[in-house]
């Protein structure tokens, strides 16, 4: 079975400061991870994964498989962040049946 | 709007009714999921379709939930008995085929509130 962690609830910083959003999971195969983010009033929406090495929004995110982590940065945060974020996580080659960790609130003060 | 459209989008029920939701997938995506998501959690995976095949069931689906997908395109998501801990968001989301960048990528709509009394 996988299990996603997000072990912080609310991340509040002001603007411009860096952001890192953790995440760690546990598989027993190959995962592949994703960052969601629900913006006030719209709805869950795919904001990056690992297989893409991209960077969304300023946003980027490493697969360490060596600690088990997906940890979400940004270098200089700015208002518009703010929003609901969630790590989630499907198996390799699976059916994209994605499972979610509970998700932490960023907050951005001017 | 050619989102992920579900309906109706709150819905106030007293403990023992039946209820049913409705999800309208993006026209070209062959996956539609349920997920539920409770005050405080992450959306938790229900059940999913491929074209109108339910490939897989979650646990947490009991024998008072049942999902159906007709012809393929819009689902419905019944609930029967509904007690207090239905009480939730219930999400659907619907995709291409997976493979590749498409993998995880799920379109979700904003969701059907239910709220028992």
């Known amino acids: 079975a996988q299990r996603v962690t997000q072990p912080e609830k609310l991340l509040s910083v002001f603007k411009g400061a860096p952001v890192e959003l953790k995440c760690n999971y546990s598989y027993s195969g190959s995962p592949e991870l994703f960052w969601y983010v629900q913006y006030s009033r719209q709805r869950l929406q795919l904001l990056l994964r690992?297989?893409s090495r991209e960077s969304i929004k300023g946003f980027t995110a490493d697969l360490n498989k060596g600690e088990t982590s997906f940890h979400l940065k940004k270098p200089f945060a700015q208002e518009e962040d703010s929003a609901m974020y969630y790590c989630?996580?499907?198996?390799?080659?699976?059916?994209?049946?994605?499972?979610f960790g509970k998700g932490i609130t960023l907050s951005v003060r001017p | 709007d050619t989102g992920v459209s579900q309906n109706p989008r709150h819905k106030i029920t007293k403990r023992g009714q039946n209820v049913t939701f409705r999800c309208d997938p993006i026209s070209e995506h062959n996956r539609l999921y349920w997920y539920r998501q409770t005050l405080g959690q992450g959306p938790e995976f229900l059940t999913y379709?491929?074209?109108?095949?339910?490939?897989?069931k979650s646990r947490l689906l009991s024998d008072r939930f049942s999902a159906e997908r007709p012809k393929g395109s819009f689902s419905t998501l019944e609930i029967q008995r509904t007690e207090q801990g239905d009480s939730a968001m219930y999400l659907c989301?619907?995709?291409?085929?997976?493979?590749?960048?498409?993998?995880?990528?799920?379109?979700f709509g904003e969701g059907s509130r239910l709220t028992v009394l």
């Open positions: 379709f491929q074209n109108e095949a339910q490939l897989e």
């Open positions: 989301a619907s995709s291409l085929p997976t493979g590749g960048k498409r993998t995880g990528e799920l379109f």
């Open positions: 690992h297989i």
């Open positions: 989630a996580l499907t198996p390799t080659g699976a059916n994209s049946k994605l499972t």
